[in-house]
């Protein structure tokens, strides 16, 4: 197969390597005419960079769904890992590509691969992406709420790391426990020190611990500087519980857990208590 000269180079005692191939750079750059002539004329959809790169990583991570689709019907790996353990699934969440990803999904990708040191899940890169549609279609497709990345945490701490807060309100409704800690760091210290006072504000309303500290000993306040309003608003929550309604609204979403909205939408209430307690956008007072 035709090589791509200019990406060659010298690894010592590997010697020289032509790692990228025409199908990646038909792939990557999305040229779908010349990758199906490609595959047609019988090059291998599943050859590998030095790397580990396959050509349906390439067209993943550059969002280009009509090549993955060739790609996944010429029969190309789903769930091949490149040299840092990120799958395609991974890649087609990273570029925040809802089509990529149904068609991945549709193909049989892992939606919940083994983490590496390297590698984030694919729910933790939609997160970071910030794609709501594509975070919501990996949780409804059983993304772990709790898969725990080594250098981001959970995958909520890295949507509010990221201040991405219809991200966060996406993994809060789904259940994802707002006081899951790494290092003893909450979803809250991000949030303070990204300084945005709705994703505060959304993080208390689900139950959010104002008071918990890390492993400097520092809350979330003190991530903030008064008198700025981030800082006002963790101070008001300090100094100001919840009311009896909204500690009952979170003690239920708890005891259902992950199956908090679909059970609430079940049950025999008035839509003013049911919106209430599925946090649409509704007054709080329910006389």
């Known amino acids: 197969m035709e090589l791509t000269a200019a990406r060659r180079s010298f690894l010592g005692d590997i ?6 191939t025409t199908l990646h750079e038909a792939a990557s750059q999305g040229r779908t005419l010349q990758l199906k002539q490609l595959i047609e004329r019988g090059a291998s959809v599943n050859t590998v960079t030095v790397d580990n790169i396959t050509p349906l990583h390439e067209a993943c991570i550059q969002a280009h769904p009509n090549c993955t689709r060739l790609l996944l019907e010429a029969g190309a790996q789903v769930d091949i890992r490149n040299v840092h353990g990120s799958t395609p699934l991974c890649c087609a969440c990273a570029a925040g590509s809802l089509e990529s990803v149904k068609l991945l999904l549709e193909y049989g990708a892992q939606v919940n691969p083994s983490l590496t040191a390297l590698t984030a899940s694919p729910l933790h890169e939609a997160c970071i992406q910030g794609n709501a549609d594509v975070v919501r279609l990996m949780i409804i497709s059983g993304a772990e709420l709790e898969a725990f990345d080594v250098h981001f945490g959970p995958p909520l701490h890295i949507a509010c790391a990221k201040g991405n807060a219809v991200c966060v309100k996406e993994l809060l409704m789904a259940g994802a426990n707002v006081n899951s800690v790494k290092f003893h760091e909450t979803a809250l210290h991000h949030a303070a020190r990204v300084h945005m006072v709705n994703l505060i504000e959304l993080l208390v309303e689900f139950g959010a611990n104002v008071y918990a500290s890390d492993n400097s000993g520092r809350k979330p306040v003190d991530y903030t500087k008064s008198p700025s309003p981030s800082f006002s608003c963790l101070q008001f929550y300090e100094s100001n519980p919840l009311s009896l309604q909204q500690l ?13 909205s679909e059970v609430i939408s079940q049950l025999s209430l008035s839509h003013r208590i049911r919106d209430y307690l599925q946090y649409c956008d509704h007054p709080t007072s329910l006389l």
Do not use: E, K, Q
């Open 248 to 260: 009952c609204r979170i003690a239920v979403r708890r005891r259902l857990g992950t199956h908090a």
């Open 15 to 20: 010697g020289f390597w032509a790692d990228r």
